[in-house]
């Protein structure tokens, strides 16, 4: 009972914070990579303590000498881990600022490079593979915030970018809860919202969920092999409640592998 109250009177705080948020959602993720401050990016946890948890399905399905491309690589915090375990990664991304941001943070890494592209484009999958050939492809935390059309799109462009050598990883957050109930799990209040939090709501769309059955229809079976799927953890910043130092919170996720046919 009194869960509902609190939930019911952070649904006018969330209302009035999200309509700042650009309607256009490549005008969102642009201001949000303009605006955002360091160490104020919501999903950048600890990519040792996640990375963990795809370290087993890497080294099972994907081939450690193709290049290997980051597909909205944000500020490239994965692009470089990738760039650890194989001899070149991409990171590429809609958003220019986010692109400057991710080659400024990785300039002493050789073997990382970045570009801006919106992987939605017609086009986009060829453009990566003139780029650099057959590639493994890494995706975080981008199915679940586009529509279900545009996830399709993205699949049907991904195939062209991994040819038949290269697999596709993709790790997705997977609450399955209300949207408000998604915000308290990341420690929202009507009477307070940590900072990272309160960015992400007043700048980008409402996200998703991307679970199995999300997978299935983005990815059909006809184009799709579904090589492996699991439940992974994925991890946030701290995020701090008034007068308490902040800890990171933990998102129920899931990750999959898929070869094209
Ligand atoms: C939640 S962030 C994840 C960033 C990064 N993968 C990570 O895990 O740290 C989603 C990213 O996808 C990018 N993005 C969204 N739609 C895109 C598109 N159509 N083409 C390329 N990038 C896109 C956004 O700009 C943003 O950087």
Redesign the pocket.
């Known amino acids: 009972m009194r869960r509902h109250a609190g939930r019911i009177r952070l649904l006018p705080v969330v209302l009035r914070l999200a309509s700042h948020a650009p309607r256009n ?2 005008d969102a ?1 642009e201001q ?2 303009r605006t955002v401050p360091a160490g104020e ?1 919501l ?2 946890g600890s990519p040792k303590a996640e990375g963990a948890q795809y370290e087993e399905l890497v080294r099972r399905h994907l081939d450690p000498g193709l290049p290997v491309l ?6 490239g ?2 692009t470089r881990w990738l760039a650890e375990r194989f001899p070149e990664a991409v990171g ?4 220019a600022s ?1 692109v400057e941001q991710a080659a400024r943070e990785a300039s002493g890494v050789p073997n990382a490079a970045f570009g801006v ?4 484009d017609d086009g986009a999958g060829g453009a990566l593979r003139e780029r650099v050939g057959e590639a493994n492809v890494f ?4 199915f679940h ?2 529509r279900p059309g ?1 996830r399709r799109t ?1 699949a049907a462009n991904l195939r062209e970018a991994v040819g038949s050598r290269g697999r596709v990883l993709l790790t997705e957050t997977n609450f399955r809860g209300s949207g408000l109930a998604y915000l308290e799990h990341l420690g929202a209040t009507a009477r307070h919202i940590p900072g990272p939090l309160r960015k992400a709501i007043e700048t980008l769309p409402q996200p998703g969920h991307f679970g199995p059955r999300e997978l299935r229809r983005a990815f059909p079976a006809s184009d799709w092999t579904l090589l492996e799927e699991t439940e992974v953890v994925i991890g946030t910043v701290p995020l701090a409640e008034p007068g308490v130092p902040g800890v990171p919170a933990e998102i129920p996720g899931y990750c999959a592998v898929l070869a094209a046919r």
């Open positions: 959602r490549a993720w949000y990579w990016v999903w950048d980051d597909v909205g690589c944000g500020n915090t994965w590429i991304d809609q958003s986010a592209l919106d992987a939605l995706v975080r935390g981008v915030v586009l545009a993205l």
